[in-house]
T-cell receptor, first 114, second 117 residues
C-alpha cells in the first residue's frame, strides 16, 4: 500500500518568514495530494490540494509543488503569521474510485513566533 | 457547502458500555464515508471505509466486531464502539466524500472525543 513520509516533525519560524514542509510518497499511481491544517482538538481543514496533472498550485500565501518523478510534494507558506501555528498533514490518494483512501503523513507542528 | 457534522462532540463512558457516534453530511450526498482514530500528537489512522448500502471495509488490525459501522443513507454513517475499554479512548473523526467527485477530496467532521473510564 501507499506510504507517506513527512518532514520535519516540528518547525519553528519567525513571523514573516517562510515555512516549507516536505512529503514523499511511495506509490507512483497516487494522483491526489491534499494538505490539511489541524488546530488542537479540532477537525483537519483542507488548505490546498494538487492533482497529478499539475506541478504547482498557489493560493495567496500558500503554495504546493509536486515532483512526480521524485515522488515528493511540498507545502510552502510565505509571510507566516501567528495564526498559521498548527499541525499540518500531507496526504496522498490513489485513483478516482469511491472507496479510495487517503494515506496521511505523520504531521508537522508549525510554530510561528513573534 | 460540504459541511460534515458529528454527534456527540465528546462522551465519557464506563468500561464495558457501548457508544454510538453519528456522522452526517449536511448539504451534500456522500456515497463514501471514512472513520479515523487519532491519538494525542499522532496522525489520523484510517479505521474503515463505509459505502452507503454495503458493508464497511476495515483496515488491517481493526476489529470489525468491536467497531460496528452502519451507513444507512447517503447522509448518515454511524460508528458504534462496543464494550469500550480505556484503551479505546481517543479522538474519532469521520470524513465524507461527495457523490460524483472525481478525486478523493474528503470533508471532515469536527471529531468526537471518547473517554472510557
Amino acid at each position: 500500500g501507499e506510504n507517506v513520509e513527512q518532514h520535519p516533525s516540528t518547525l519553528s519560524v519567525q513571523e514573516g518568514d517562510s515555512a516549507v514542509i516536505k512529503c514523499t510518497y511511495s506509490d507512483s499511481a497516487s494522483n491526489y495530494f491534499p494538505w490539511y491544517k489541524q488546530e488542537l482538538g479540532k477537525r483537519p481543514q483542507l488548505i490546498i490540494d494538487i492533482r497529478s496533472n499539475v506541478g504547482e498550485k498557489k493560493d495567496q500565501r500558500i503554495a504546493v509543488t509536486l515532483n512526480k518523478t521524485a515522488k515528493h510534494f511540498s507545502l510552502h507558506i510565505t509571510e507566516t503569521q501567528p495564526e498559521d501555528s498548527a499541525v499540518y498533514f500531507c496526504a496522498a490518494s490513489i485513483g478516482t474510485g469511491g472507496g479510495n483512501k487517503l494515506t496521511f503523513g505523520t504531521g508537522t507542528q508549525l510554530k510561528v513566533e513573534l | 457547502g460540504a459541511v460534515v457534522s458529528q454527534h456527540p462532540s465528546w462522551v465519557i463512558c464506563k468500561s464495558g458500555t457501548s457508544v454510538k457516534i453519528e456522522c452526517r453530511s449536511l448539504d451534500f450526498q456522500a456515497t463514501t464515508m471514512f472513520w479515523y482514530r487519532q491519538f494525542p500528537k499522532q496522525s489520523l489512522m484510517l479505521m474503515a471505509t463505509s459505502n452507503e448500502g454495503s458493508k464497511a471495509t476495515y483496515e488491517q488490525g481493526v476489529e470489525k466486531d468491536k467497531f460496528l459501522i452502519n451507513h444507512a443513507s447517503l447522509t448518515l454513517s454511524t460508528l458504534t464502539v462496543t464494550s469500550a475499554h480505556p484503551e479505546d479512548s481517543s479522538f474519532y473523526i469521520c470524513s465524507a466524500r461527495r457523490r460524483g467527485s472525481s478525486y478523493n477530496e474528503q470533508f471532515f467532521g469536527p471529531g468526537t472525543r471518547l473517554t472510557v473510564l
